[in-house]
């Protein structure tokens, strides 16, 4: 019997076979877990008197409550709320108690949780990977299944390293031909969102596959497959492949030596087989995606960055465009804006600080327009200073700041006031998301970077075109 | 463990129509930084019910009885965005057992489950009629699945194990712990 992927995995991680009365019980190879969603599951399961069944295989991190604010080395964090602090120390402590491994203040490897997953190679093809936070699917890039849950369900893996699930419906996006010049995975995830729907994909698991797909970088698959949730899927993937394995050898937690070559022959495994049935298939022109931008409040509200506001096609369009203030029929590009942050789980990493930093390179942040860049872990700082990104960013005007969420759910400290209008790498524009009042578009690197220069809404590729004809 | 068992909700409604309610507007991401699990009400849809200086406006929300009014009929894809368990949490504590949509978002279907808020999913006629009988008095009978408002007459269908959860009180968990042998063979099959 053909299988996909995804069924290879879930079939091979049933501890309990799923039942016309109860799902199945899904084993999880791999428990992230960070300050926001995990305090109240281990206070459930210690009321209960229950322990942490295998700590091994939780990894935390630091991120979302924590401040970004430049700080010397060494120097203490300053939080923006005592209840910020308070929730970092609860984990801190859960941790020490429960022998939880811990990317903490003092860590190298602390970061956003799903850039640091895949940078340490603890993230692999074939695993379950579940956290406390619905961009998990990031993980998905590299061929696992992986999941965003509630609080109850990080106290279940925590005590039993299981999840009641039942076994969701497939979806096969497939992007033929190849993404043309100038436009990055981000437009990709953003036109794909924009065809299935805020909630079009709800109840699936989706596989991106196709021959614009292989040919993305592992952190533009990663891009692609942290937006599914927009999409209301339950996880995205891609298969595994050569791609895959040059990322995956070296890092810290990947196996080593003879281990790596027998994970490698496992990992091979790791595809569709030809002839394997999806519930729904979907298919995209690579070559029509155009760079993109968001006009409303949810992420499907997108269109390429040289169109126009669309007419509101009901109620929740027109109050959409309303509070962006945008026109309808009038030129999204040209719009004034305030606030320019690249960040996030969806666009903090080397590649992304790359494309936003040869936009940047030479020019300046227009006059009276803020502008935040923030690494996705110290790993990417690291490396973005070693090669001088951090210079090309703070000499055109800009920010540079310590890893973390950050804007992209601006319960940090770091927002915009109401009725700023912030171009944003992150991954939604919900009315508030980043601020009461604010109002957020949503692009890639490079759109955000080329749109600080400009001051208002840009295509990144007009200023990367004259840059290579100077 | 137990938890509360909720077999039905007898209640008049309120509508909120739009389409793509996320989590943030449920309850903004700024009040996630508790330990506890904590007081949610006045945080529920709290930037739709307050203004910049924190005073309550004039929204439907903060007017309507939160004994008599406990089953809200939202718009299409209701709980989408993310994961946080706090906005089931928060839309119980703000006096709402039960949310009726056309569809909801999984990872808030599975938090509502788990916590004694009943989402029914029903049909786009009957989730129209519904939304048009706002102040009217409804009936969501967790136990035959359906939906009565007037002559509106709407099934859903729960994964059977919530619905079990909801009527029962079953503690997931404690289904769970029961099956740690199963969980210990899985374990030495996969080393």
Redesign the interface.
């Known amino acids: 019997m053909a299988k996909t992927l995804f069924e290879k995995i879930w079939d091979s991680h049933q501890a309990v076979a799923e039942t016309q009365a109860a799902p199945g019980m899904l084993y999880v190879d791999l428990h992230l877990i960070h300050e926001v969603t995990s305090p109240q599951a281990f206070k459930a399961i210690e009321d209960r008197g229950l322990t942490v069944r295998r700590p091994e295989l939780t990894f935390a991190t630091l991120d979302h409550a924590t401040p970004t604010t430049p700080r010397a080395p060494g120097a203490k964090p300053i939080y923006a709320t005592k209840a910020a602090e308070s929730q970092v120390r609860r984990l801190e402590d859960n941790c020490r108690r429960h022998g939880i491994r811990l990317a903490g203040w003092d860590s190298e490897d602390r970061g956003i949780v799903h850039v640091i997953g895949p940078e340490l190679g603890l993230t692999q093809p074939g695993q379950t990977i579940v956290c406390g936070d619905s961009h998990t699917a990031t993980h998905g890039a590299f061929g696992a299944l992986a999941f965003g849950i509630g609080t109850t369900e990080v106290g279940h893996v925590l005590a039993t390293q299981c999840l009641l699930q039942r076994r969701p419906k497939t979806m096969r996006v497939t992007v033929d031909g190849r993404l043309r010049a100038g436009v990055s995975a981000k437009d990709l995830i953003l036109a794909i969102i924009a065809e299935l729907g805020a909630g079009g994909a709800s109840g699936h698991v989706i596989e991106y596959a196709g021959t614009a797909i292989e040919e993305l970088s592992m952190e533009e698959r990663m891009t692609v497959c942290n937006m599914s949730i927009e999409a209301g899927a339950r996880a995205g993937l891609i298969a595994p492949d050569e791609t895959t394995i040059d990322y995956l050898r070296g890092r810290k937690y990947a196996p080593k030596g003879a281990a790596f070559e027998a994970a490698r022959k496992r990992w091979a495994q790791l595809v569709s087989d030809p002839g394997a049935l999806f519930d729904a298939e979907v298919r995209i022109e690579g070559s029509r995606v155009a760079p993109m931008v968001t006009w409303g409040d949810s992420p499907d509200m997108a269109a390429p960055v040289d169109a126009v506001a669309p007419m509101p096609s009901g109620p929740e369009s027109a109050r959409a465009l309303a509070y962006m203030g945008f026109k309808p029929g009038e030129a999204l590009m040209g719009e004034t804006i305030d606030t320019v942050f690249i960040g996030s789980c969806t666009n903090a990493r080397l590649s992304d600080l790359r494309e936003a930093a040869a936009v940047m390179a030479g020019r300046h942040v227009k006059a009276g327009v803020r502008m935040l860049v923030v690494p996705g872990s110290e790993a990417v700082k690291r490396a973005a200073e070693a090669e001088g990104l951090d210079a090309i960013f703070t000499t055109a005007g800009a920010q540079w700041r310590e890893p973390g969420c950050s804007m992209c759910i601006a319960m940090n400290g770091d927002s915009g006031k109401p009725g700023e209008r912030v171009v944003s790498t992150s991954n939604r524009n919900f009315a508030g998301r980043q601020g009461k009042g604010v109002r957020t578009v949503l692009a890639s690197p490079a759109t955000a970077a080329a749109s600080a220069v400009a001051g208002a809404i840009a295509d990144p590729r007009r200023i990367l075109e004259a840059s290579h004809a100077q | 463990?137990r938890n509360d068992a909720i077999t039905s909700v007898y209640s008049q409604i309120f509508t909120l129509?739009?389409?793509?309610i996320?989590t943030?507007?449920i309850i903004?991401?700024?009040f996630?930084?508790?330990?506890?699990?904590g007081a949610l009400a006045d945080t529920c849809f709290r930037?739709w019910r307050f203004d910049?200086d924190g005073r309550a406006n004039a929204h439907p929300l903060n007017t309507r009885d939160r004994d008599a009014v406990r089953i809200l009929v939202a718009?299409?894809?209701f709980g989408?965005?993310?994961?946080?368990?706090?906005a089931p949490w928060a839309l119980k504590d703000f006096g709402f057992d039960a949310v009726i949509t056309s569809?909801a978002?999984?990872?808030f279907k599975?938090?509502a489950a788990?916590?004694g808020l009943v989402v029914c999913e029903v049909d786009e006629a009957s989730h129209a009629a519904l939304l048009g009988r706002a102040g009217e008095i409804a009936e969501v009978n967790v136990i035959e699945q359906t939906v009565t408002c007037g002559p509106v007459t709407a099934s859903f269908k729960l994964?059977?194990?919530a619905r079990?959860c909801l009527i029962e009180g079953v503690d997931?968990?404690g289904?769970?712990?029961a099956?740690?042998d199963?969980?210990a063979?899985?374990?030495a099959r996969?080393r």
């Open positions: 463990m129509p739009d389409a793509n996320d943030d507007q903004p991401a700024r996630l930084t508790m330990t506890e699990r930037d910049e718009g299409d894809n989408c965005g993310s994961s946080r368990e706090h569809r978002a999984d990872i599975s938090n788990k916590n994964e059977p194990f079990t997931p968990l289904y769970i712990l099956q740690s199963a969980i063979a899985y374990e996969a």
